[in-house]
């Protein structure tokens, strides 16, 4: 490990007051009122024994058995919900998270998503999720090599009495064996906020609804991203890789990517534990119902350079740092909108933790049980550097029907801490 990687993060040591139980009496939802289809609400629980009632732990759930239906559906926003925990997100709760800006001070816009550029590496399925840009010419002779290299000409004309020229772009499919028609793209690349449609267990999804019910050929007719919305609510940063950094934790920490940034190691898991001194470095009092939660892995700087050593290692050859179903169930009691990260996965893989068998648990428990969306690459290194904690949360995702998920990407108004 390179000791000047600390560098910028020593300034961050005075916030380290990890006292522990001090953030335990404070990570509990604050109080909001609970719609009228929802379960009695719970009394705040010790977050300092998270275990005392078995609750959260990572014994895997059948949510594939009909008789356990009733454990986790219908909803506590009602049978015939379809927003799941974007209901937190209440007219009141965005003018709370707008009040989080100091009208005296400057407000910075961060951009929370990746670049996209041709040959954007995705979790390999068949057929493959790809991002294949092309550009089509219309109204002048295109530069050399153009179609070579898959540009597509329409004419050489231009349009009209005014000689108007026209740029669109198309995205180019792929043949599989499996499948008798080309396919190409998908909202499920890249920066992306995963719709409750997205994973179920067998042929249940959300809110017990079935697969064979709302399946058709262009996605489904219930879950989908049309009943996703605007977004603008509060957003808090746990910045898991700032908090190793400043502890000098090296052994939690990976080989550098190749522009010498830092990164959690591939199969570190984030722990309730780390969840606490993340929220403590960052002086987050608590997590309330509709916050959008967003983990600091460093993971993102395996892009920056388009390395192809990088990239193979951001595709899991070794794992992925992230949080298990222990954490997904503490995270879950406060009933955050949306829990995301600057990882493809949001949760840790790689051995051991997978050695139950399952595949991606944290997304049932996330999706399926609660309603809660996955953000998945999101861009927060700039937040982290700036020390930004607590912000204002901004997305409009894709209005497309039956979509599972959308790929705009969120922005962030924040206002930096003077250092």
Known sequence: MNPDLLRNHLARRDLLKL????????????????PATAAPEESAPDASAPDAAGRFDDTPFDYADPANLADWAPSRYGPDDQRGALNEVTPAKTAAALALLNPRREVKTYNLGELMWNGFPAFRTDPRRTYEQRLTIWGYPPPPGFLEQGGILVALEPLGANKISVHEERFEAEFS???????AATYQIGTQTDNLNHVGAAEFFYNGRRGPDIARPHGTIALGAEHMGPVVTRGILLDVLGVKLARDRVEDLAEPASNGKPLL????????EDIKDAMEFGGIKR???????????????????????????WEASRGLPGIYVREARWLSRFRPAIVGGDTWGLEVLGNPVNGDGTAFP????????????IGESYVVDELAAD??????????PQYAEGATAGNTPPAALGQPRRH
């Not at 064996?177 to 396919?183: D, S």
């Not at 190691?265 to 309730?272: F, L, Q, S």
């Not at 119902?289 to 700087?301: A, E």
């Open 265 to 272: 190691r591939e199969n570190y898991r984030i722990t309730v």
């Open 362 to 373: 944290v997304h049932q428990e996330l999706l399926m049980r609660h309603g809660i969306r």
């Open 177 to 183: 064996p499996k499948h008798a028609k080309p396919l």
């Open 387 to 396: 020390r930004v904690h607590e912000f204002v949360f901004i997305v409009t």
């Open 287 to 313: 997590i309330e119902p509709g916050d959008v939660v967003l983990f600091h892995t460093g993971w993102n700087q395996l892009l920056a350079r388009r390395d192809p050593a990088d990239i193979a290692r």
């Open 19 to 34: 006292a522990g139980a001090g953030l335990a009496a404070t990570a509990v939802p604050a109080a909001t009122a609970t």
